[in-house]
């Protein structure tokens, strides 16, 4: 049961993938009213329930500690000032971002400015403070009549402060043209950190290539669910889609097509470096994903050495799995990969770089083995942390690294990889197919995406604990949980919109809030207050029946 005046309790942070063939110091106000969502209050308690179930910010992803406080709203005014500490150039920068957020639609210049005597009540206070707020990524968040404080532990908290800020304005903040006020918040004391330290999103532009400003526009949009790795999967069999000096037939020709046949398309390094910056402002890691040793028709077109008869195979613009293989034990392969590994290692200054590793049936048990350990020096060369699909656990790891489970519920060869993998000192990042693939459909209607994993409705995928999905596997093992994006159905930003939302606001909440807080009878109302907000935005959502959309 949650409670308006409060929500909660502290936590400590604690089947085959795609089948592609199948195409501080506040007056607490002391409203402890029971949420009456649908279960357990009836009678004289329900509309009560229902009044504090309005007046309560709608917040996705639910915070760890979130009071209701006395004292009158904040509203912003022409005159509020976004004020950081004198020398802070990392909260200076957090500042900007909320100020570029916010003047568009409220049409006020909200200068970004360092506190001075002159300054009086009405203004957004940022604060970077060791002190601030406890666990991973914490932050405090308080709102009185007098103005806003948000102060965090990092600069990464404070962002992810401001994200949380930002859903306290009405939905029409996010327009980008002026609207009428008022701007108000409202009286809130907020504590608030992460629940683990990998909230990710992946998206495939190999099936079908998106351009940078498509790739930008997604990264907008999963920073305000507090995502913060993306998972950026950049080869596969229907197109190479990152330039790499000294091969330059990877894009001349595998990035010339995409499933269906299309154009294709590919990022020339600075594109990708521009893309990484763009991540990196919103506080978002990228990782990089060269599939191998399968999933590799793109290269092997390319290059008719990499291939183990000399020839090279035609481009392949179809959805099957399965039929590429690197030619494992040719030297000529791994100084392509070295090449290709060290130039995206250089260009990426995040710590994790992904080898792939799924789908490998054309490679024999001993040959992937071989494959893995080789990729794993090779990565390690280049001063970066490997990150494949659990199937690595078949292979000898070196403790740290990363597996990437994507098996459906009850898959045993899949759970005991999980188990190698583990046993080896890896951790691993959730990716259930069945509960996280959100390019499956939602229903059988859905016109977009696929079914090979089921159908993975807005509850389905978010009513899961990312601790409890593989038998024998603790919180203590688990990184994080991301969700991954395949493009083989997608056209276009429309298509990748209409899959994630509302899908990945739920990821964002598995990865952020304590599973003590998630219920779906709470979590549907939240979800159905950021309908406005996305349409704001001109983002295109599936209107899931089970919300009750505003």
């Known amino acids: 049961m949650q409670l308006v005046g409060h929500v909660v309790s502290q936590q400590s942070p604690s089947a085959s993938r795609r089948r592609r063939g199948a195409v501080a110091g506040l007056a607490v106000a002391a409203v402890l009213v029971p949420l009456a969502f649908g279960q357990g209050v009836a009678g004289a308690h329900a509309q009560p329930a229902a009044a504090a179930a309005a007046a309560a910010p709608q917040l996705i992803p639910q915070p760890v500690s979130l009071h209701t406080t006395s004292g009158g709203d904040f509203t912003l005014t022409r005159t509020t000032k976004i004020l950081v500490p004198t020398g802070s150039a990392q909260a200076d920068s957090v500042g900007t971002y909320l100020a570029r957020v916010l003047r568009p639609s409220t049409g006020y210049p909200l200068p970004v400015a360092t506190p001075s005597a002159r300054d009086s009540a009405g203004n957004i206070a940022l604060r970077i403070s060791p002190s601030a707020a406890v666990g991973r990524e914490g932050y ?31 939905a029409k903040v996010e327009r980008r043209s002026v609207q009428q006020g008022p701007w108000t918040m409202p009286s809130v004391a907020i504590a608030d950190h992460a629940r683990f330290a990998w909230r990710g999103a992946m998206l495939d532009v190999s099936r079908h290539f998106f351009t940078v ?10 920073a305000m669910s507090k995502i913060n790795m993306f998972h950026l999967h950049l080869s596969d069999d229907q197109g190479w889609r990152i330039q790499i000096k000294g091969w330059p037939r990877l894009t001349s020709v595998g990035g010339s097509t995409e499933v269906g046949g299309g154009p294709g398309g590919f990022y020339s390094q600075k594109q990708y470096s521009d893309i990484v910056r763009y991540a990196a402002q919103r506080f978002i890691t990228l990782v990089p994903e060269i599939d191998g040793p399968s999933h590799s028709n793109a290269a092997l077109a390319s290059y008719a050495q990499l291939n183990c008869d000399g020839k090279a195979p035609p481009l392949y613009t179809g959805t099957d799995v399965g039929f590429s293989s690197f030619c494992v034990h040719k030297a000529v392969t791994y100084k392509f990969l070295d090449d290709v590994i060290s130039q995206l290692a250089a260009l990426t200054p995040g710590p994790y770089l992904h080898i792939g590793g799924d789908e490998a049936h054309s490679t024999t048990a001993a040959d992937y083995v071989y494959y893995v350990q080789r990729l794993q020096q090779i990565v390690h ?29 009850g898959s045993k060869t899949d759970i005991d990889l999980a188990h190698q993998a583990v046993k080896q000192g890896a951790k691993l990042v959730m990716s259930p197919a069945d509960k996280d693939y959100i390019d499956m ?44 994006l ?28 304590p599973q003590s807080l998630r219920s779906w009878s709470t979590y549907k109302v939240r979800l159905a207050a950021q309908g406005p907000r996305w349409t704001a935005m001109g983002v295109t959502f599936y209107h899931s029946p089970l919300v009750p959309w505003q």
Do not use: C
């Open 381 to 409: 060369a280049h001063g970066k942390t490997m990150i494949g699909w659990h199937q690595i656990g078949s292979a000898t790891l070196t403790p740290g690294q990363t597996a990437q489970y994507w098996g459906t519920a």
């Open 140 to 170: 405090r968040l308080d709102v009185t009549t007098d103005g806003v404080r948000l102060a965090a532990r990092s600069a990464e908290a404070l962002f992810d402060g401001v994200q949380t800020l930002r859903q306290l304005l009405p």
């Open 486 to 513: 395949w493009s083989e159905t997608l056209l276009d930003l429309n298509d990748i919109e209409y899959m994630a939302f509302p899908r990945i606001a739920g990821i964002g909440e598995i990865g952020w809030s």
């Open 441 to 484: 459909k939602y229903n059988p209607s859905t016109k977009l995406g696929l079914n090979w994993a089921g159908y993975n409705g807005v509850r389905d995928a978010y009513d899961w604990d990312p601790t409890t999905s593989v038998p024998g596997i603790t919180e203590t093992d688990v990184q994080g949980v991301e969700a991954p």
């Open 213 to 222: 400003a498509q790739v930008e526009r997604y990264i907008d949009l999963l």
